[in-house]
């Protein structure tokens, strides 16, 4: 028993003290996904999400994305200083021409409340170079008003399209901002 007592104590002294850093996903590369057809559902077994390709949406726009399983808080944003894929050349580097099949990319995101500084990125490995200095909380969605106006209209609808989300506030990258030298 006192054996048992002693091996309790340390293996929870050893997760609490594990437990003390907490990490961000924010900025690390995520695929942007939408809902899938129910025709893209069964070809992909069931599987609920497809992957949005650059020839869907549009350059130099915001983008939002929930459902990213790359992101602990499942959302997945793409701003509109976000650099497209680009075709590769036989070297295996990047031509001027943007790669249309490829599944658009952005950066993991989350809920903020705007004025705060929590979408501060902590940990820039892997992350775009020049977004921490860009990312703040601000509003990627229609204004709140609109944001209630059409949950009131259809419960089910709004949840279809923004899920649990009933904020227009995400962590991301403030848009026509210079990289500083």
């Known amino acids: 028993?006192?054996?048992?007592?002693r091996t309790t104590l340390l293996v929870s002294l050893a997760l609490f003290m594990g437990?003390?850093?907490?990490?961000?996903?924010?900025?690390?590369?995520?695929?942007?996904?939408?809902?899938?057809?129910?025709?893209?559902?069964?070809?992909?077994?069931?599987?609920?999400?497809?992957?949005?390709?650059?020839?869907?949406?549009?350059?130099?726009?915001?983008?939002?994305?929930?459902?990213?399983?790359?992101?602990?808080?499942l959302i997945c944003v793409r701003d509109a200083d976000f650099p497209p894929t680009m075709v590769k050349d036989a070297n295996g580097n990047d031509t001027e021409e943007i790669d249309r099949e490829a599944p658009a990319q952005g950066y993991c995101s989350k809920e903020c409340v705007e004025g705060s500084t929590e979408c501060e990125v902590k940990d820039t490995s892997g992350v775009l170079a020049g977004l921490p200095e860009r990312m703040s909380c601000r509003s990627l969605l229609l204004d709140q008003a609109t944001l209630e106006a059409l949950r009131a209209s259809n419960e089910t609808r709004y949840r279809e399209t923004f899920g649990e989300n009933n904020s227009p506030?995400?962590?991301?990258?403030?848009t026509g901002v210079q990289p500083q030298n």
């Open 19 to 73: 437990g003390c850093e907490v990490s961000s996903e924010i900025g690390k590369p995520c695929t942007l996904v939408r809902k899938a057809t129910p025709a893209e559902a069964e070809a992909n077994g069931g599987i609920g999400f497809v992957d949005i390709l650059q020839k869907e949406i549009a350059l130099n726009q915001d983008v939002i994305s929930f459902g990213s399983i790359g992101c602990e808080d």
């Open 1 to 5: 028993m006192k054996m048992s007592v």
């Open 169 to 174: 506030f995400f962590c991301a990258g403030a």
